[in-house]
């Protein structure tokens, strides 16, 4: 009885790490779902490695199921009150990613504010020779830095603006302990208060759309936007309102609404930097997610205590 | 009778400072050697944003030359011992571009590990949507970089790798009080034991081709260059070997040999990011550069210390 589905893209030796457990593999939810009752009956555990929700009607079609282990640290798409009402534990892999999404944002920041992007171009169709010089572009020293969400991620986030020389301020839901950090206890106040908002809320109905309209009017024209959340945590319309319209000055994104498809207004825009989701994608870092998300498999096959446990 | 003579690109506001002090201008150094005699006779003062080389020959038709203001930090288009021989002073404008500069050198080390640029193009491309992600990328945060020329934008940058949690190793002419970086008395010592190489050197004879073949093939396969001082450090006819033939990782590169001119091998590669010498090129630091010119300028014809005297 085959105990232990892998959904999604494995790397092949992370296919062979689970093989070694007898795991079947199915690149997605539904391709599970749609396996024989009998297939489906005896999973006890998920590995789950896709964005596809997966919520009551999904569980109620895995009836042994008692353990999904998440493959990354976002879990939204898992709804945890569903898997409460079953008795479903949930893992994610937190901590292993902080550093590369971090070093994903203030690259981002920079290669905005700098036009960074713009000036591999300018070098490489000639335009330099021909033409010389580009415009001057926007120092990133000295300038005001809002973090929203100060969790692990924004945490490393912010350290890295400091080392840069921003000043730092951040927004969460209560006051924590910072070096000195000025601390805002609601978004638009943040947004007012700084040049560079970077969001690091997690994902999930509570955060939706919580970089609203008015939080992305407060930020301003000379105000940058960067994401490496989800692309749910703004409103994304409104921050294409603004940054067609000179209400923002730019932005750096890493994560989209619907991703991977794209708003198409975000590729007429040159006051943008576009990243496929690749905040965790790095050798080093998805082999390290994926061996915590193992240990969560193996440790709870074996009854131990979860290491990474979100409910 | 003219004493000021502006030479190269200023901005508005920069010209209007200079003209309120009776400055001429010109665009190059070859037009006002080009000027009358008399024009050139009266000449005590070259306020000089320009890349010309100005040695004994130039200064030979000025012969009420006396100060040589130049705007940058890098003044190896001007001859010391030339200027010296003839009593001729020399400033530049040192520390206010350090933060940039720095700021440039992370932005094109993360660019590269993490394939940035690359990243842009997948997502407006459309490429994702169809193809899905993007390979794997580097991570940074944990490697070893290595820093050549520990000056002050060497120091700027070393704080920055620190703070991206880099091991940092550098190598100068001698060992220097730091917070525990790794000192190397030679630079191929430094390449053998470093990922990531950031040349941080002063320009002129002496630093020509520092960065040699031995150096970059101690680096080796899975290092990558980052190059903000210079074109001339680096043997690059070497550099470009190595990163046509794996060789060497990557390179980051702000500054070229014959630039605005780049060898046209560079523009064959996927695994460098190209900039057109942007390291100082903002806004703010350009203007405060600007400033700096000025003071100098002023105080010495008011008979005061220089600011920031070369020799």
């Known amino acids: 009885m085959t105990e232990v589905a892998a959904i999604g893209g494995y790397s092949d030796s992370e296919r062979a790490a689970y093989a070694e457990i007898g795991a079947v593999f199915h690149d997605t939810l539904s391709d599970l779902l749609a396996a024989p009752e009998d297939e489906r009956a005896g999973v006890r555990v998920v590995a789950y490695k896709h964005h596809q929700a997966f919520g009551a009607a999904e569980m109620d079609k895995l009836p042994a199921l008692a353990l999904i282990a998440n493959y ?176 923002l000055a730019g932005a750096g994104l890493d994560v989209f609404q619907g991703e991977p498809k794209v708003d198409p207004r975000f590729l007429e825009l040159d006051n943008v930097v576009l990243q496929p989701h690749v905040g965790s994608a790095t050798h080093g870092t998805r082999a390290d997610m994926g061996k915590l998300q193992r240990r969560n498999v193996t440790a709870f096959l074996a009854g131990d205590a979860l290491e990474t446990p979100v409910n």
């Open 72 to 247: 990354g640290v976002g879990y939204d798409a898992i709804s945890i009150p569903d898997a409460d009402a079953r008795g479903v534990k949930v893992t994610n892999t937190p901590n292993v990613l902080n550093d590369d999404v971090a070093d994903l944002a203030i690259a981002m920041l920079l290669m905005q504010a700098r036009g960074l992007v713009q000036g591999d171009a300018w070098v490489r169709s000639g335009t330099w020779a021909k033409e010389g010089p580009p415009p001057l572009a926007r120092k990133v020293s000295g300038s005001r830095a809002g973090v929203v969400g100060l969790g692990r991620i924004g945490r490393e986030i912010a350290d890295r603006l400091a080392a840069l020389k921003l000043e730092v301020h951040y927004h969460s839901r209560s006051e924590k302990e910072t070096p000195g950090w000025t601390y805002h206890a609601d978004p638009v106040s943040l947004a007012d208060a700084v040049d560079f908002l970077v969001v690091a809320l997690v994902g999930g109905p509570e955060t939706e759309h919580y970089v609203s309209r008015e939080v992305i009017d407060a930020l301003g024209p000379q105000g940058v936007i960067v994401n490496i959340s989800r692309g749910s945590t703004i409103d994304e319309g409104a921050m294409l309102d603004a940054l067609e319209q000179g209400g």
